[in-house]
Structures are given as structure tokens and as C-alpha cells.
């Protein structure tokens, strides 16, 4: 429990984390993870539900300095909510974790939310769930070459777009199969054919 002397300096410091100075908030951001850190990070988490832009995306940064003890909170938070804009940030503040800690490797549950969000309708999750997979290594690698024969022509297109990325050999003879696939929309093989052409001149 926050006594009223700690509660009036975590709201200062909470003051100084919003604050447009870098240097002002990003020593707020010290103090207030040193100290108050379970009261801070549920504060960043609630703030994934905001419809203010600015808070959301310097809550998703915070959050993202966390590290994986974050993620034990993000994936329930994602399987609870039917939300579209929490489910992104929280994929969002995944992708930071994953490039500040140098993460190749997700957790089963945390997992689960990477299917779950590939499986989504929405537009934005489906890209942003795809902009996580390029950031996975050989996993992510695999994952995007099996979406990128996906029906849906955005999950295919996005994937293709993030494969070209991060190619090696496993995708150049991915690209090579799909020209030659005739089942195979002719959008996906205008952008294999694109980056060859690039490539190649």
C-alpha cells in the first residue's frame, strides 16, 4: 500500500514520465521503476486502452524497457480483450521487448497470442503480428513462409513484404516456388519479381 507522502511523489514523477524533455522524463522513468514498479507498469498496461496517442505510445516504449517480465502481463491482457487497439499495442509493445532484449525465441502462451493474432481479421493486427514474426529469427522466419500461401491476400502480401527482408536461401527457393505456383496470386509474384528486378539491375 502507497502511503500519501509516497503516492504524492509517484504523481509527480508520473508528471515527469509524460513530460515532452527527454531528459526529465527518462530519469522519471528510472525513479519510478526502481520504486514504484508494480504500481507503474500496471499503470503503463491500463493506459494500452487509451484512445490518447501519446500516451499509448510512450506507455508502449516504457513498457517495452521492462523486458519479459512485461509479457507475462501483455498476454493475458491480449486474450481478454476483444479490443482492436489494445491487441495491437500490446503486439506493439512485444516487438519492442523482442528488439531491446535481442528475443529469437517466444514462450508457448506468448505464442499463443502471435497464432491468435495472425488468425485476427483486423487489418492492423494482422500486420503488426506480422512486423513481431520478422523480428523472430529462423521462428518468425518459418512462421511468414507458411503465411505467405495464405488466402487472404494481405496476410500474404505482408508476409512476402517481410520476408523480402530477411532473405537467405530458404527464401529465395520459397520465391522461386511461388512464381512458379500457378495458385498463387499474381499481385504476390509482382512483388518477388519487383525485388528481383532490383536486385538484379
Known sequence: ??????LNKYIELYRDFLHPNPNINSQAFLILRKEFEVKFMNNLLANLQEEDLFLRRKSILALGRFGKKTLKSIVPLYMDTNNTTVKVSCLKTM????????????????????????????????????SLLRQLGETG????????????LLRAKASISALLEMKD???????????????????????????????YS
Open 169 to 199: 536461401q530458404t527464401v529465395d527457393d520459397l520465391f522461386d516456388e511461388l512464381l512458379n505456383d500457378k495458385s498463387i496470386d499474381p499481385m504476390i509474384k509482382e512483388d518477388i519479381l519487383r525485388d528481383k528486378n532490383i536486385e
Open 141 to 152: 522466419r518459418n512462421i511468414l513462409i507458411k503465411i505467405s500461401r495464405d488466402k487472404d
Open 1 to 6: 500500500m502507497i502511503n500519501s507522502l509516497d
Open 95 to 130: 516487438i519492442k521487448i523482442v528488439v531491446n532484449f535481442n528475443l529469437e525465441e517466444l514462450t508457448q502462451a506468448e505464442m499463443l497470442v502471435v497464432e491468435l493474432a495472425i488468425k485476427d481479421d483486423a487489418p492492423e493486427i494482422i500486420l503488426t503480428v506480422i
